[in-house]
């Protein structure tokens, strides 16, 4: 187990992808932040509304210092979470590291060495998980340096956060993000295929396809799960602070369907040949 622990650090660590996507993320949070400060900065408004661009805010159109004063009402954390984490880039990304990370194991034949050197299966779908988890936090507690620096630098005036809900923050989008690198373990052991697994990792972590199977069965009238009990649906209303109810109701349902996709990649993964 911890022999291929080692491998899979090594190899993640050796990879470009794991800097290329931290820098998209942080270059996504940065951009977003931007847009804050082009609302509230006097000369960058004044540029921005001779191109013909009007500031509002609830449909009403607000002048800098209005749409500050509103700023200075919203937690920061909660700004944060509506950059790329609600919105599903986050996850997208860890989804797709996590496909790319394992079907290049069945492309190479580097899985077929490992089986037959060691054939206890769930220790290799544990060790890929762990890994990705180790980035996924890694990744979160930086984006959150990183966003509270270029706060401070953009000079934004959001709501000062306590570091409880920061640990509250991290907690739930590491767990949310944990349950879909799981859902996408299973995908990429099912078909073994890098093209198939990037469109469902896009597919399913966007919430495209949930939506899309949620309009049709609405329009069927049919009864589909509820969707707070999924893992997009979860964290689509959520607002910081994040209420007590709310909050347990997000990590129940990620840590559910975390364990039920990785048994469910454990089983494929006994049952089907390498």
Request: glycine share 4%; net charge positive.
């Amino acid at each position: 187990m911890f022999d291929m622990l080692r491998m899979d650090c090594r190899r993640i660590l050796k990879s470009k992808s794991l800097y290329i996507c931290f820098l998209l993320l942080l270059v996504a949070v940065t951009g977003f932040l931007f847009t804050f400060k082009l609302s509230i900065d006097d000369q960058m408004r004044s540029a921005a509304e001779t191109n013909g661009i009007i500031f509002m805010m609830n449909g009403v159109e607000m002048s800098g210092d209005q749409i500050a004063s509103a700023y200075a009402k919203i937690p920061a954390v909660d700004i944060l979470s509506t950059t790329i984490f609600r919105g599903g880039f986050f996850f997208i990304i860890i989804a797709l590291m996590t496909s790319l990370f394992i079907c290049s194991d069945f492309d190479c034949g580097f899985a077929k060495n490992i089986f037959s050197l060691r054939n206890r299966r769930f220790t290799y779908i544990l060790s890929k998980w762990i890994v990705i988890q180790v980035v996924s936090a890694v990744y979160i507690l930086l984006l959150i340096i990183g966003f509270i620096l270029a706060c401070r630098m953009f000079r934004l005036p959001f709501m000062e956060t306590s570091f409880q809900e920061y640990a509250k923050f991290t907690l739930l989008f590491w767990l949310t993000g944990s349950g879909f690198s799981a859902m996408l373990t299973f995908v990429s052991i099912l078909f073994r295929n890098k093209a198939i697994s990037v469109a469902a990792a896009l597919l399913l972590a966007s919430g495209t396809a949930l939506t899309a199977l949620d309009s049709i069965t609405s329009a069927l009238h049919i009864a589909f799960i509820n969707y707070d009990y999924t893992l997009y649906g979860c964290i689509q209303d959520i607002s910081f602070p994040v209420p007590a109810e709310k909050l347990t109701l997000c990590l129940g349902t990620s840590l559910t369907w975390l364990l039920i996709w990785l048994l469910l990649s454990v089983f494929i993964l006994q049952k089907k040949d390498i």
